[in-house]
C-alpha cells in the first residue's frame, strides 16, 4: 500500500507545486489587499448595506470587513473551499478513473494487491495531496494574516482551514465513490461539481429562502460554518459530519469496487 | 490430472450485463506444470475474456476457474504472487522510465526480483533510464515482458505477447518462455501468429463464439494438418493413382505436374511416387493456419462434439462431481 501511495504522490508532485503555489499566491493577493480595505472600512460596509440577505449568504455572512468578515467571505467560506474543490473532484476522479481508462489499473492488479488496498491507498494519497495545498495555503493564510494585522486566533483560522480541507474531501469522496462504481469519470466530475457547488448555492440560500432548508441539510456545505469557527465558537458536530460522509463513501466505493469488472 | 493442474476452469462463463450472448460460455481447460497452453481463436472469439476472468479482472458469472489450486475470484490476492501477466500492449505511466516501472512493479509483487530483472533488462538490451512515453511500441514490449517474468512465476498468463517485437526479441521471449517451462511455470497464452504458436505450444485450445470447440496437442495438430508437395513427373501425373491414396488431395495439375494436398502419413504416397519416375519433389510448410481457419468457421456445435475430446469430457466430468461433494 505504502509503494501505491508514494508513487502516486512522485507522480503528481509538479500538480501538488503548481497547486499550492497557486492557492497561496492566490491567498497572497487577496490578504495584502486587506490594510487597504480595513481603513476604508467604514464606507464600503455603508455602502454594501442595500445588499439583499441572500446576496450577503452567497459570501459567508453579513461582515465583510472585520477582520473574522474580510478572512471569512474573502477566502475561507468561498474562494479557496472553491479551488480546494476543484482540486479534490479532479483527484477523486482520476486516481482510479484515470488509471482504469488507460488500463495501467490492470497492472496494478495483476500484482497480490486486493482492490481494498489498492483503493485505500488511492484514497489516502489523494487526501495527503489535498492535505498538503490546504496546508500550505493555510500556512500562507496564518503568516500573512499576522502580517496585515488580522486580529484573528492563529487557532481560529487552522481550525477554519481545517474544516475547509475536510468539506472539499466530501466532494473529493463523492467523485471518488461515483468512479469507483464505474460510472465514468465525466460523469463523477459533473455530478460532484453540482453537489459541490450546488450545495454551496442551496446553503447559502437556505437562510432567506425558507423552502430550501430541509433540502440543505443533505449537502456538507450546510455544516461549513466558519465564521462561527473563526469567532472562536465551534461546534465539532461539523467536522465529525465531514468525516462520516467522506468515510461513508469510501465504504460505499469500496462496496462497489471489489467485485465490479474492469472496463 | 485436472487435480495437478495449475490452471483449471470449469464450465467458466460470463455474460456482460445487458448482453444476450454470453462472451465466455462453459470453458473447460486445464494446464499442467511445464505446460505451454495457446487459446486461439478470431477477434471476438473470447480469448480476453478467459484471461481477464482468470486474472479476476472481471468476475465469472457462470461456473469456476482455479489457478495454483486457489480459486480465481476468492483467492485472486494470492493467486497473484505467483502469476505473471503480459498483454500485447500492455498500458504503462508514459511518464515513468523503464526502471522505475519496474521498481514500481515489484515492490507491489513483494519479492526481491532486483539481479533477475537486472538479467532481464541486459537479455532484452532495454534502457531502462529512458521515459516509457519515449518508447516505441517494441521497446515497451521489452518492459512488459521483464515486469511478468522478473518474479519467476509458476504461472504465465500472456496475451498476444510477442507482438511488437523483432525477430531478435522474440526469440529471446521464447528462451524466457521455454526456461519458465524448464523450471515448472504453467503458461497460458492467447496468440494469432501460428509459427509461434507451433513453435511454444505444447497444446491449443481452439475458441469461437465465446465456446471451446478444439483441444489438440501440437503433435496431433501436425498430424492433422496438410502438407502441400509439389510434384513434378517426367510424364503425365498418374492422377488416378493420387486421388486413391488415403488422406491426398491433388490440388492442381498439368501435363507433368502436380499440386498434393497431404492431410495423414507419407509413406503410402511415397509408395505410389516410387513406381513412377519423379523428376523434382518438394514439400511445402505444414499449413497449420488452414487447419485453423477449418476450426473457426466449421460448425461450432458439429465441431465441439467432435473436436473436444471424449477423455477431456471425462476429465470435467470428474472435476465437476468433486468441485459438487466438496
Redesign the interface.
Known sequence: MR??IR?TLW?RRWSIFWWSFGVAVLVGFTLAFYPTIRDQADQLNKSLGSLSGSTEALFGGTDFFSPVGYLNSQLIYFTVPLLLAILAIGLGTSLIGREES???L?????????RGRLLTAKALAGMIIVFIVTGISSLVTIVLSKLVQIDVPIGNIALACFACFMLVLTFGATAFLLTATGRGRVAALGISVVYGIGGYLVSSLSGSVHWLKEPSLIFPYHYYRTADILHGTFDWSSIVFFALFTLGCGLVAWLSFR????E | MAHDALIDTWKLGKR?RGSKTPALHDLSLHVAPGEVYGLLGPNGAGKSTTI?TL?????PTEGSARIIGLDVVKD???I??S?G?L?SD????P??TGGQFLR??G????TDSTSYRTELIHRLKADPDQKLGSLSRGNRQKFAII?AFMHKPDVLILDEPSSGLDPIMQEVFYQLLGEAKARGAATFMSSHIMSEVQKVCDRVGIIRDGELVAERTIADLVQEAAHTLEITFAGAPPLTELKRVRGVQVAAHDEHHATVRLQGPLPPLLGVLARHDVTQLEAHQLDLEELFMHFYTSGAEAGKSSLVSDERRAVNEKHHNGEEQQ
Open positions: 509503494a501505491i508513487w507522480q488507460s488500463g495501467t490492470e497492472a496494478l492488479l495483476v500484482r497480490p494487491v486486493s467485485r465490479r469488472d474492469l | 456482460y481477464r486474472l479476476n479482472f472481471i468476475q485472486s490476492v494470492a497473484k504472487r502469476v501477466y498483454a500492455m498500458a504503462m505511466y511518464k515513468m514500481y512493479m515492490q507491489l509483487q513483494g515486469q
